[in-house]
């Protein structure tokens, strides 16, 4: 939503601005029960979902932490089920600090109110702000699912990005991160030879990814043999190193290009480290804290975005880059408290969001087939608008490859977004299967230090292929979300294509598990109907009615940790 001061006067107070502000009514007593998640914290439990009822006694608040839409505390998207069936999704537009207040205010009714939490203001003659925006969707029905499958749906139809009016195909990437060896940092002694010889060990392999992913410290000041070596001590300074990178990024980017694949390059222009490029030239673009050697870049300065526009616009068009990876690896809402003028708590924040959006805008425009991968510190930025300008290649910075992690973030991710991703670094099935989704990184070794077999590498990524359009159909939770972070837990869900009339379910036994079987109830299933069942772990197929399969399936693992992996397709329709 926008605000604008249309008169010659300084404005009223503009305080607790609430963009939705409505009542949600049920033909029967009971209460509604609020469908919402946690936000990402680097932990197992990042996109946990929670299921509460709203009673006078307890209200339900939600906010993140920080100044990132999906930090911590609270996830943008949520679920309001009505205790007479039905109900509405609510899904927030904005990439700051965002409020829900959801409220019983009469027996048969609650109030949901929501916008920006830290706003008391006044907006000058002819001065216009952007507020946060919220889509709501409502649906019928006595199953919750059915309106998390319309939003599913929704998002890939309306706040996917487009290229040539389809909704992008977010691809399956490889990394360069293992030339690297102590006392090298994380990335920074990677070169140019190393990442091209990368590339031709891919090809000769066969185990090529559709996307190379060339992540931080490949800019100015990193390097063994330099004072500030580490990758996060020198952003700010946007220029390729060139003595490790002699030609500059084209030749990866072309190396990419002629084995089919394409480039993706790893940015994080709202931070900038002392005495960096920005630091030195443009110190008045910074909101700076004392003690604290984190500044803020200032998007919104017009002059700054501008430039930087310009100069990532110019790396992108020089280096070829298909893919802009964007991170942001701290708060910023500290930086907004302190920068803020007199009287208008909240402008700094409003300013900077505004222009992120419009430096996104911008590459998006100027680049019409760019992709946007949005990383905050893994998933600590997704709301309604980044999901409709990126994806997030890297939805958590939880302990990586830890794979109980993974089957989590899976699960509470599902309810209201289909395109996200994680890494896959084993080819075992459990590791593999956690990882599994419309996207993921392959960080699998390939230099022979700890590496997985070459035939298994080729065998899971013609099965990742294979299985990962079930991810953007319907989604059901086959186990519940109670103690789901534990290891004496089970976990299932089901990806169903009512279109094509078939699905995957996907379970996993946990490692202190001590059941060896569970059953569960399959959904979305076209009535009387016939399946074929096939159990691909023991290479079964069997036949079954959709009644019995949603009266109940078993499945059974006898190890632990273990998997197990089901595709089901319909033989005859009545």
């Known amino acids: 939503m926008n605000d604008k001061n249309r008169s010659k006067l300084k404005s009223r107070t503009l305080e607790n601005e609430a963009v939705l502000n409505e009542s949600f ?82 027996d048969q009714s609650v109030v949901v109110k929501s916008g920006m939490e830290r706003m008391k203001l006044f907006l000058n003659p002819g001065e216009e702000i952007r507020t946060p925006s919220v889509a709501l969707l409502f649906w019928n029905g006595t199953d919750r699912m059915v309106g998390h499958n319309q939003f599913r749906q929704f998002i890939l139809s309306h706040h996917t990005r487009k290229i040539d009016d389809c909704p992008a195909k977010y691809p399956v990437a490889g990394s360069f991160d293992y030339g690297d060896p102590a006392p090298c940092g994380e990335y920074n002694c990677l070169t140019e030879q190393y990442a ?37 001590q020198n952003v700010g300074n946007w220029s ?87 991170d942001f690896n701290f708060d910023p809402l500290p930086y907004w408290e302190q920068s803020e003028e007199p009287g208008r708590k909240g402008i700094r924040e409003i300013r900077h969001i505004e222009g992120l959006y419009a430096f996104w805008d911008s590459l998006l425009v100027r680049f019409p087939k760019l992709l946007i991968d949005n990383c905050a510190s893994g998933g600590r930025r997704i709301d309604l608008e980044t999901t409709s300008r990126s ?72 099965e990742y292929k294979e299985l990962r359009a079930f991810y953007y159909a319907d989604y059901y939770p086959l186990t519940s979300n109670k103690n789901m972070t534990a290891d004496n837990k089970w976990l299932a869900y089901q990806m169903n294509r009512p279109g094509e009339g078939d699905g995957i379910v996907v379970a996993f036994r946990r490692k202190d598990c001590g059941e060896e079987s569970i059953t569960v109830q399959l959904q979305g299933l076209h009535p009387k109907s016939m399946y074929s069942i096939t159990f691909q772990d023991y290479n079964i197929t069997l036949l079954q009615r959709a009644e019995t399969l949603q009266d109940g399936l078993q499945l059974s693992i006898p190890q632990k940790p273990g998997s197990l992996l089901i595709r089901y397709k319909i033989q005859s329709e009545k």
């Open 25 to 106: 009514f049920s033909q029967t007593k009971g209460d509604f029960i609020l469908h919402h998640s946690k936000g990402s914290n680097a932990e197992r439990s990042d996109f946990q979902p929670f299921d509460d009822p709203v009673t006078y006694e307890k209200p339900q608040y939600l906010t993140p932490s920080g100044g990132r839409s999906s930090d911590n505390s609270a996830f943008p998207f949520f679920n309001l089920e009505s205790p007479d069936g039905g109900g509405v999704v609510c899904a927030i537009g904005w990439t700051g600090k965002w409020y829900a207040d959801i409220r019983k205010n009469q």
């Open 196 to 232: 091209l010889a990368l590339i031709e060990r891919y090809k000769r392999f066969d185990i090529l990814p559709e996307l190379f992913w060339l992540d931080a410290g490949w800019y100015t000041g990193g390097g063994i043999d330099l004072p500030k070596g580490e990758w996060w």
């Open 240 to 326: 390729v190193a060139k003595e490790r990178f002699p030609n500059g990024l084209l030749p990866l980017a072309e190396a990419a290009h002629a084995v089919g694949s394409r480039f993706m390059v790893w940015f994080e222009p709202e931070r900038v480290r002392p005495n960096t490029e920005i630091d030195r030239e443009h110190p008045e673009w910074l909101i700076k804290r004392v003690g604290k050697e984190d500044y803020l870049f200032d998007l919104g300065n017009a002059s700054a975005r501008l430039w930087l526009t310009n100069r990532i616009s110019d790396i992108i068009r020089k280096e070829k880059i298909d893919f802009y990876r964007q």
């Open 391 to 462: 994806a997030p290649l890297w939805r958590t910075d939880y302990q990586y490859g830890e794979p109980n992690g993974y089957q989590c973030h899976t699960y509470g991710l599902h309810f209201y977004l289909p395109v996200h991703g994680t890494a896959i670094y084993k080819t075992d099935n459990y590791t593999f299967r956690s990882g599994l989704g419309t996207t993921a990184v392959f960080n699998w070794e390939v230099t022979g230090r700890d590496g997985e077999p070459i035939p298994l590498l080729r065998e899971k990524i013609k």
